[in-house]
């Protein structure tokens, strides 16, 4: 059975590739850091990782064990995290991402309900563009983060669905479209449908609109939210609802994320936002 400082030491010289550095983050000796690999490629039976004098690179076999390593030992941290956060109550900062505003309304009301049921929580809110969603769950720059479900992120999970809305389709003001009482799905094919690029913002999609660069499919809190003379709004009749909710990294369903989340989904239940 490996013991929890052998794990430690060969996951963070996998990343690390260096010795020293890898000592500096677990706070020992690079001996100490030498002999627990040493020992650890002993028990195993072969070299785990190449070393000269200018690097230090993983075998094959030291490659496939921190692929299949890493990420269970993630998840046995973040079972230990739940467990000790449990213990403790919900405590500490919670992140929560939005990239609309509609979205940060709604986290703000989860959040003032939070803090008043979990006193010892604080929550920070931070917009992001829909295309840094993924990185800021995975690099822990936000915790969660409300966004369009379902979400094809390797590594993100969500949670439930908060709120579906109608899809619209965004047209320029003059368009033939924007005298209409509703568009079919099958009239989409002729016009220019602008592609949602994950780094534009609701705002820089809907300039191009009202320049006359083509339409955008969009929720319908986006007619509340983005009132503009240069856009008309028109419901798409047949489109499928738009499904929103909250997001996290996969295997860190932290206490603080499972009340946020129940925070949310209160608020929403008594017709708030």
């Known amino acids: 059975m490996l013991e929890?400082?052998?794990i430690e030491a060969f996951l963070v010289?996998?990343?690390e590739l260096h010795f020293g550095r890898t000592a500096r983050r677990l706070g020992v000796s690079t001996a100490r850091v030498s002999q627990t690999i040493r020992g650890l490629e002993r028990r195993v039976g072969t070299r785990l990782f190449d070393r000269t004098s200018r690097r230090v690179e993983p075998t094959p076999a030291g490659r496939r064990l921190a692929g299949e390593l890493g990420p269970a030992w993630e998840r046995i941290g973040a079972a230990m995290e739940r467990a000790v956060q449990e213990g403790r109550g919900v405590t500490g900062t919670l992140t929560a991402a939005f990239t609309d505003a509609a979205a940060g309304q709604l986290l703000a009301g989860a959040a003032r309900l939070l803090r008043s049921r979990?006193?010892?929580c604080r929550v920070v809110l931070r917009e992001a563009r829909p295309g840094q969603i993924a990185s800021w769950l995975r690099d822990g720059e936000a915790e969660v983060c409300l966004?369009?479900?379902p979400l094809d992120c390797p590594g993100v999970a969500a949670g439930p669905v908060l709120v579906?809305?109608?899809r619209m389709l965004a047209v320029p003001s003059g368009h033939p479209f924007a005298r209409r009482a509703s568009v079919p799905r099958a009239d989409l094919a002729r016009v220019n449908v602008l592609s949602a690029d994950p780094?534009?913002?609701t705002a820089e999609l809907l300039t191009l609109v009202g320049a006359g660069e083509g339409v955008v499919c969009v929720?319908?809190?986006t007619r509340r939210y983005h009132a503009r003379p240069d856009v008309a709004y028109v419901p798409i009749d047949d489109g499928e609802p738009l499904e929103w909710g909250l997001a996290w990294r996969a295997g860190a369903e932290t206490a603080r994320v499972r009340a946020f989340t129940r925070a949310a989904l209160d608020l929403l239940a008594a017709g708030g936002s």
Request: proline residues 5%; glycine residues 14%.
């Open 13 to 15: 010289l996998s990343q």
């Open 4 to 6: 929890r400082h052998e």
């Open 118 to 120: 979990e006193p010892g």
């Open 219 to 221: 929720g319908a809190h």
């Open 147 to 149: 966004a369009v479900l």
């Open 164 to 166: 579906r809305e109608a």
């Open 199 to 201: 780094g534009a913002t």
